[in-house]
């Protein structure tokens, strides 16, 4: 099968892009390398992909690039580019979400209206629940994001369901909720508290500790797009979460087990744009593609630390890069 992911230098697309190679199919991944965050966790995630012939890279944006030309013989669309990060999306930055998170959606889905495609897989968020009535989360519950972030990543999944709709795309959307694992962004919590206690640093902590985030292994993000593509589900929204709901508190917790040691916790307020609580009700996807959560948080957040001190480790001198 060959394959479009877009966001293929980023966490989730490279891990992505190199489960569908081992699985022998070809990937063409589109980036622009966005500035968000440095460019060597990017180079780093793709170095393997760049050491394979069934992937090639295109560094460009969505916005500009040739799509025809990108999507010849494509079967499946994996499209994962975005501006991530809800702190970032308030004010003047606001038009980088609405560019790359809705703008990029909408030319992308001009672009695959006449072709044949197998799926369209959209990589939506949590986010665009924002403070639910009741936990867990369903598909059913009424969108309320709380982040301009949020609210870009909901727009671009009603253009992707649009699409479906009116031109037969046939799409489904992934909400994943709070993805950790190697490659995790530099600005995701878990991330930023591994790297404090490499570099011994006080961590961060925002709001007071009690907010709950349903935590997912990205080895298990990844398998949720290959059942995807597999399913005859078409036009659909499916919850992707890993079963691991804790507040930051005891994932703090953890992570001292993991570390060895006790981390200087630095309280900063609550953020404008966080959600209290995520929490997936993975029932739909469980029926329906099959899915189920298989790495637990200590174990997820043990691979982490190890690939981390792998990076800092080839790339000693570096370390100034952390906000
Ligand atoms: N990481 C999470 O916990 C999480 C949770 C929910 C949803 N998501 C979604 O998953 C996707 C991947 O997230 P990630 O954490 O890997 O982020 P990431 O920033 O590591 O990867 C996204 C990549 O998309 C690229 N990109 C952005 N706009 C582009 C454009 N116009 N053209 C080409 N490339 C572009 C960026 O340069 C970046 O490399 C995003 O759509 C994000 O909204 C992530």
């Known amino acids: 099968m060959k394959c479009l992911v877009t966001g293929a230098a980023g966490f989730i697309g490279s891990s992505l892009s190199e489960e569908l190679i081992r699985l022998g199919h070809q990937v063409v991944g589109v980036d622009c390398f966005l500035d ?18 069934q992937f090639t890279l295109l560094e460009q944006s969505i916005l500009e690039a040739d799509l025809d030309s990108l999507l010849s013989g494509v079967e499946v669309v ?77 727009a671009a999944e009603h253009l992707v369901y649009l699409y ?3 031109f037969n795309i046939p799409t489904i959307s992934l909400r994943y909720f709070t993805v950790f694992g190697p490659r995790q962004r530099p600005d995701m919590a878990f991330h930023k508290f591994l790297a404090a206690s490499l570099m011994n640093k006080p961590i961060e902590l925002y709001g007071s500790g009690e907010q709950t985030r349903d935590f997912t292994y990205i080895a298990d993000i990844v398998r949720a ?18 079963g691991n709901r804790l ?38 996807a469980a029926n329906i593609l099959g899915f189920q959560p298989m790495v637990s948080i200590r174990e997820g957040l043990e ?21």
């Open 36 to 53: 968000y965050y440095p460019r060597m966790f990017k180079e780093a995630n793709l170095e393997q992909l760049r050491a394979s012939s």
């Open 78 to 154: 994996f499209h994962l580019a975005a501006q991530a990060g809800v702190r970032a999306s308030w004010g003047k930055n606001f038009e980088i979400y609405t560019e790359n998170n809705i703008r990029a959606t909408q030319r992308l889905l001009e672009a695959c209206k006449d072709i044949k495609l197998k799926k369209f897989i959209y990589a939506s968020s949590s986010s665009v629940y924002g403070e639910v009535r009741s936990l867990p989360m369903k598909e059913t519950d009424y969108p309320s994001p709380v982040s301009p972030y949020g609210v870009s990543k909901l």
């Open 225 to 242: 797009h290959i059942l995807a593509v597999e399913s005859s589900a078409e036009g659909e929204v499916f919850n992707i979460g890993g």
């Open 164 to 166: 479906w709709k009116n």
């Open 303 to 323: 691979r982490e630390f190890v690939w981390l001190k792998n990076f800092w480790n080839k790339n000693k001198g570096k370390e100034d890069v952390y906000r």
């Open 247 to 284: 507040n930051l508190a005891s994932a703090i917790a953890v992570i001292e087990q993991i570390v060895g040691r006790k981390l200087t916790i630095a309280t900063r307020p609550a953020q404008k744009g966080d959600a209290s609580h995520t929490y997936a009700d993975i029932s739909k």
